[in-house]
């Protein structure tokens, strides 16, 4: 009996003491699980080098205040034991609905610890790991268990302890947008930018701390290797963001001074000692009571994701984040299909045009709980006199369809429809739109008809303004409605902030909001384009009809006083890690104040917006510039290429990248042998040695090149392009220069 103790013993001590080990399938990465004391910590290296020192892993609760009184909660953090370990092997490949490659390889090696908690009751947490080649992601599970059950998050503190001060590619951390510039820095200097790096004038700001900063977040470490840091499936919990632990840090949540809506966080808890310097510590989003979550076990964290290679090509190839999420839940996905469209839509964004029909009426009141002699009913508004700027007109949506049947785009979305734009971007107000009543000049059944008749179908605009509620005590009317009429997308928005008062857009509930919506879409075999929306984590592989998501600064900023040529070169390493952005590319009337009284312009020439088909990877792409510009001779071979360029993909090549430098990639058309090359640079222009190797040997074809003429610039010459045709082979060269702010785009079609 004493030898079997001390043999049991013996069988359990590596587990209390030793660190778990596992390796990446090629064994370039090596993860390692350890306790610290009762703390547990991990690690990562990547080809022997060092990419997150030991980090601590843990939850802050909250005590639930209907708990009985000094019944302080017990946080995840510390007193913890291993009570087990597996490790385990998975290798599949699938096929995305669409996607930037026909197969994804989902090949990794796992390692699942079992913790033990010891005090008051016993808890139970798993901490999953999943290691690829090219990164890591882990997640804390929440096993069903009697002394876990219901629990509030006060704050995840996951730690990510980086090995020096990386040059990063950040923006400055915010509950509500991520409308931001992307700043560069050092890690270091990111307290001292932050104040400046904030759009206070978005429609909803609300940073947290001087340090915080937003995932996904690109960084370099000064001897070249590539770390990227965010998340994947955040489902049923709140969008985790990093605050940088600094030498000025006193308490993680300190508030600013100037945020319009800064929630007020409740006093930061007492603290342990703070963790070395350029230590990340997650932060997630609070929602209207300050609490970070509300869990019930069996649940789960999202995956909490590291990206690392030592090329940064390797950053934009990796399917990490995508195979981290769980297949596809819809049983058919027929009805999805990648999607060209242009809009009623640019002229508004501009200032040319409204959205709303009248200026006469104050304010509308709509909504199932105005009282009925306060509502506006649809016929009120034809007795209002029209303001002859509202752009959603039968006639000029009868031009957009007309252009696009023309054209090879398959969708025409219009903005302004329906009633409710006169006073929709009030702060507090609920009952906004009803999603259902077209204003006067807006047609909706003889339109609809006229653009199937073209082969061309209307996209469906629902801006929420925020007024999540009232939103979905609409859905199903406004889907029905979508259903009737012969609609199959839809782009939604959130702008201001989010009503009822006090939550954030990147909360636990908007985040189940948003996937309430797409999960209802799905039933109505609708796809969803979100603006404004939580930033995404991948979710598009469960439900590949969320076809895109805005969730960063997209291209309405060229008309609010420009993005910066570099922009386009970050957001493939940052915002596109978690799914595609709907970007809106393709304004080739760079100078906006030819044609409006907007004195902003467009920081890239003429194939620098081409390039970005190519280079913002979207199954939904827009040809957002008007039917007029594109018509127009001097731009009309130019919007060749917007013509042929598809968006749907067998097959992508990384070629050139560098983050806010340069990407170029190569891309094979869905079913064809036709390639498709884009390239986009900064403001310092690029030179590219094309090597055609991709194509396939022995093979012809016909190479359509748009390039920036010798003397383009963003600045001074945008509008100066040059269109080439050659005859091009496998094993060739093209040898291709880039302007200042611009790029190149190149439809490479087999004989
Ligand atoms: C902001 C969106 O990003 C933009 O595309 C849209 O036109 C406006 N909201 C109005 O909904
Ligand atoms: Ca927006």
């Known amino acids: 009996?004493?030898?079997?103790?001390?043999?049991?013993?013996?069988?359990?001590?590596?587990?209390?003491?030793?660190?778990?080990?596992?390796?990446?399938?090629?064994?370039?990465?090596?993860?390692?699980?350890?306790?610290?004391?009762?703390?547990?910590?991990?690690?990562?290296?990547?080809?022997?080098?060092?990419?997150?020192?030991?980090?601590?892993?843990?939850?802050?609760?909250?005590?639930?205040?209907?708990?009985?009184?000094?019944?302080?909660?017990?946080?995840?953090?510390?007193?913890?034991?291993?009570?087990?370990?597996?490790?385990?092997?998975?290798?599949?490949?699938?096929?995305?609905?669409?996607?930037?490659?026909?197969?994804?390889?989902?090949?990794?090696?796992?390692?699942?610890?079992?913790?033990?908690?010891?005090?008051?009751?016993?808890?139970?947490?798993?901490?999953?790991?999943?290691?690829?080649?090219?990164?890591?992601?882990?997640?804390?599970?929440?096993?069903?268990?009697?002394?876990?059950?219901?629990?509030?998050?006060?704050?995840?503190?996951?730690?990510?302890?980086?090995?020096?001060?990386?040059?990063?590619?950040?923006?400055?951390?915010?509950?509500?947008?991520?409308?931001?510039?992307?700043?560069?820095?050092?890690?270091?200097?990111?307290?001292?930018?932050?104040?400046?790096?904030?759009?206070?004038?978005?429609?909803?700001?609300?940073?947290?701390?001087?340090?915080?900063?937003?995932?996904?977040?690109?960084?370099?470490?000064?001897?070249?290797?590539?770390?990227?840091?965010?998340?994947?499936?955040?489902?049923?919990?709140?969008?985790?963001?990093?605050?940088?632990?600094?030498?000025?840090?006193?308490?993680?949540?300190?508030?600013?001074?100037?945020?319009?809506?800064?929630?007020?966080?409740?006093?930061?808890?007492?603290?342990?000692?703070?963790?070395?310097?350029?230590?990340?510590?997650?932060?997630?989003?609070?929602?209207?009571?300050?609490?970070?979550?509300?869990?019930?076990?069996?649940?789960?964290?999202?995956?909490?994701?590291?990206?690392?290679?030592?090329?940064?090509?390797?950053?934009?190839?990796?399917?990490?984040?995508?195979?981290?999420?769980?297949?596809?839940?819809?049983?058919?996905?027929?009805?999805?299909?990648?999607?060209?469209?242009?809009?009623?839509?640019?002229?508004?964004?501009?200032?040319?045009?409204?959205?709303n029909y009248t200026d006469e009426l104050p304010s509308v009141q709509l909504g199932l709980d105005t009282p009925p002699d306060f509502r506006l009913a649809a016929f009120d508004f034809r007795r209002t006199t029209p303001n002859g700027r509202h752009a959603a007109n039968n006639e000029k949506v009868r031009r957009y369809i007309d252009f696009a049947a023309r054209n090879g785009l398959q969708q025409v979305l219009v903005e302004g429809w329906n009633v409710g734009w006169e006073d929709w971007a009030n702060r507090w107000k609920r009952d906004v739109f009803d999603f259902q009543t077209p204003y006067p000049d807006f047609d909706l059944q003889g339109l609809n008809d006229y653009a199937h008749s073209k082969g061309v179908r209307l996209m469906m605009h629902h801006e929420t303004s925020s007024s999540t509620q009232n939103y979905e005590r609409y859905l199903e009317d406004a889907y029905a409605l979508m259903n009737r009429y012969g609609y199959d997308a839809v782009k939604s928005g959130y702008v201001g902030d989010i009503i009822p008062r006090g939550d954030h857009h990147y909360s636990q509930s908007m985040n189940n909001h948003y996937l309430h919506c797409v999960q209802q879409a799905a039933r109505h075999h609708i796809m969803v384009n979100a603006h404004e929306a939580t930033r995404p984590t991948g979710l598009c592989r469960t439900y590949p009809n969320l076809v895109g998501n805005e969730s960063a600064r997209g291209t309405e900023y060229e008309a609010f006083g420009g993005n910066r040529p570099d922009h386009t070169c970050i957001l493939p390493f940052t915002r596109l890690q978690g799914g595609p952005m709907d970007y809106t590319p393709g304004i080739l009337e760079t100078q906006l104040s030819t044609w409006s009284d907007n004195t902003s312009w467009v920081r890239t020439t003429v194939c620098g917006q081409l390039a970005l088909y190519l280079t913002m990877y979207s199954p939904l792409q827009m040809a957002a510039d008007l039917p007029e510009h594109y018509e127009r001779p001097d731009l009309a071979p130019a919007f060749q290429f917007i013509r042929d360029v598809p968006c749907d993909w067998d097959d992508s090549r990384y070629l050139e990248a560098e983050p806010a430098d340069y990407i170029t990639v190569a891309r094979r058309q869905k079913g064809s042998d036709n390639w498709f090359v884009g390239s986009k640079c900064d403001e310092n222009g690029h030179q590219t040695t094309l090597k055609l190797d991709f194509l396939q040997p022995g093979r012809t074809y016909d190479a359509t090149i748009y390039t920036d003429a010798p003397d383009a610039h963003y600045q001074h010459n945008p509008k100066a392009y040059n269109v080439t045709r050659k005859t091009v082979r496998c094993g060739q060269t093209l040898k291709l220069t880039s302007a200042p702010g611009g790029g190149f785009a190149v439809s490479i079609i087999a004989r």
């Open 1 to 355: 009996m004493k030898r079997l103790f001390w043999q049991i013993l013996f069988a359990l001590l590596p587990l209390c003491a030793a660190a778990q080990t596992i390796q990446s399938p090629s064994g370039q990465l090596t993860l390692t699980f350890s306790l610290d004391g009762t703390r547990p910590q991990y690690a990562l290296t990547y080809k022997g080098r060092d990419v997150i020192l030991p980090s601590h892993l843990g939850l802050e609760l909250a005590r639930d205040k209907h708990a009985s009184r000094g019944m302080e909660e017990t946080d995840l953090i510390d007193g913890f034991a291993i009570e087990k370990t597996e490790t385990s092997t998975f290798d599949e490949t699938w096929q995305p609905v669409w996607g930037e490659t026909r197969d994804i390889r989902n090949h990794y090696n796992e390692l699942a610890v079992t913790l033990r908690q010891a005090g008051a009751g016993e808890r139970i947490l798993v901490l999953r790991f999943r290691l690829y080649d090219d990164g890591l992601g882990f997640r804390y599970e929440f096993p069903s268990q009697p002394d876990l059950n219901y629990f509030l998050i006060q704050d995840e503190r996951t730690e990510f302890r980086m090995t020096g001060d990386h040059t990063a590619w950040w923006l400055p951390g915010d509950y509500d947008t991520q409308e931001q510039q992307t700043q560069e820095s050092r890690l270091s200097e990111i307290r001292a930018r932050f104040h400046d790096a904030v759009n206070w004038g978005n429609s909803s700001v609300a940073v947290f701390s001087p340090t915080g900063v937003q995932t996904a977040l690109q960084m370099r470490t000064a001897d070249g290797l590539y770390i990227n840091l965010h998340e994947a499936a955040c489902v049923d919990y709140a969008t985790m963001h990093l605050e940088l632990v600094d030498p000025q840090t006193t308490a993680l949540t300190t508030r600013l001074q100037g945020a319009s809506n800064a929630y007020t966080p409740p006093p930061a808890p007492a603290r342990a000692p703070l963790p070395p310097p350029f230590t990340f510590v997650s932060h997630l989003t609070p929602d209207a009571t300050g609490l970070k979550g509300a869990m019930q076990t069996p649940c789960r964290s999202p995956w909490r994701t590291v990206i690392v290679s030592d090329d940064a090509r390797d950053m934009l190839s990796s399917n990490l984040i995508l195979n981290l999420n769980e297949p596809c839940a819809l049983d058919d996905v027929s009805w999805i299909h990648p999607t060209k469209y242009c809009g009623v839509w640019w002229e508004m964004i501009v200032g040319k045009s409204a959205w």
